[in-house]
T-cell receptor, first 114, second 109 residues
Framework: EAGVAQSPRYKIIEKRQSVAFWCNPI?????LYWYQQILGQGPKLLIQ????????DSQLPKDRFSAERLKGVDSTLKIQPAKLEDSAVYLC????????????FGNGTRLTVT | DAKTTQPNSMESNEEEPVHLPCNHS???????IHWYRQLPSQGPEYVIH???SNVNNRMASLAIAEDRKSSTLILHRATLRDAAVYYC??????????FGTGTRLQVTL
């Protein structure tokens, strides 16, 4: 089974620029998550989708972060404008709807904001 | 969400068993105990989960205390590829996983 695909693998931008990350979950996984992992910390959930609807976005900084999951498959996470503190690894995960169902993570996008 | 407490780091010799402890004294009756690990430069990887009974799979075993206030992840024979950060997480079914800082396991020859 193919894993969760994320791109790009690395991204370097200047503050105030915008950036977008893409995620393709495992086929058939209805639930998709975006996590932010700052160096030295555990991953923090930003947003959770089930199909194309948002289940939880309570920790998403909505003034600058947005995410969408059109057609309930691929997802994009956007930051506009980026701040220095957004430097982190952005991880996408997917799971089946039945619970508890293991999360399958991609290898993430490492963002550096200068 | 109920909180877990794990040692910051542990060391093990290769080919020996490793017991990674996790305390969760405020666990509720509906909380599952999940373990994930994160190898360098990779996303977290599911290891095992359980509710009340001990669990085994091809990667590890999970031993859950009778009062459920603690659990132990057991790697039966550590290899260099098991060097990673191990996260112990509590969550109710269908609820989000909240990661802590985990235990960094070092495996030496």
């Amino acid at each position: 089974e193919a894993g969760v695909a994320q791109s790009p693998r690395y991204k370097i931008i200047e503050k105030r620029q915008s950036v977008a990350f893409w995620c393709n979950p495992i086929s058939g996984h209805a639930t998709l998550y975006w996590y932010q992992q700052i160096l030295g910390q555990g991953p923090k959930l930003l947003i959770q989708f089930q199909n194309n609807g948002v289940v939880d976005d309570s920790q998403l900084p909505k003034d600058r972060f947005s995410a969408e999951r059109l057609k309930g498959v691929d997802s994009t996470l956007k930051i506009q404008p980026a701040k220095l503190e957004d430097s982190a690894v952005y991880l996408c995960a997917s799971s089946q709807v039945r619970s508890p169902s293991p999360l399958h993570f991609g290898n993430g996008t490492r963002l550096t904001v200068t | 969400d109920a909180k877990t407490t794990q040692p910051n780091s542990m060391e093990s010799n290769e080919e020996e068993p490793v017991h990674l402890p996790c305390n969760h004294s405020t666990i509720s009756g509906t909380d599952y105990i999940h373990w994930y690990r994160q190898l360098p430069s990779q996303g977290p990887e599911y290891v095992i989960h359980g509710l009340t009974s001990n669990v085994n799979n091809r990667m590890a075993s999970l031993a859950i205390a009778e009062d459920r206030k603690s659990s132990t992840l057991i790697l039966h024979r550590a290899t260099l590829r098991d060097a990673a950060v191990y996260y112990c997480i509590l969550s109710r079914a269908a609820s989000k996983l909240t990661f802590g800082t985990g235990t960094r396991l070092q495996v030496t020859l």
